[in-house]
């Protein structure tokens, strides 16, 4: 398969620890669901052995954490900590941006 198991099964920590944020009262509700849906339409592309749209919303994701941070929403040490994981997924589905795109023949 073109997306690693290993890279699934991090997407699905990410998942989970945003849960404990948000269960811990660190992460509020509006933002625990922006966050998860970034992670499951990166799910859906895995799914679909689509890594480079995966790594697209993982960006997003990591971009909006950054944002958050900026803002004061979010503690730098938690952010940093989900941006770690998105980052480690990323580097698992790989740096090649034409496995999305079917060649023409």
């Known amino acids: 398969p073109l997306v690693p198991v290993f890279a699934r099964a991090q997407l699905a920590r990410l998942g989970e620890e945003i849960g404990r944020l948000v269960a811990r009262g660190i992460v509020d509700a509006k933002l625990s669901k ?6 499951d339409h990166a799910a859906e592309a895995m ?10 919303q993982l960006r997003a994701f990591i971009h909006m954490v950054e944002s958050e941070i900026r803002k004061g929403a979010l503690a730098r040490s938690v952010g940093d900590t989900l941006i770690a994981v998105a980052s480690k997924v990323i580097e ?3 740096i090649d941006n034409t496995d999305d795109h079917e060649e023409d023949s």
């Open 47 to 56: 799914d679909r052995e689509k890594p480079g749209t995966a790594r697209g």
């Open 34 to 39: 922006k966050l998860q849906k970034k992670l």
């Open 92 to 94: 698992q589905l790989g």
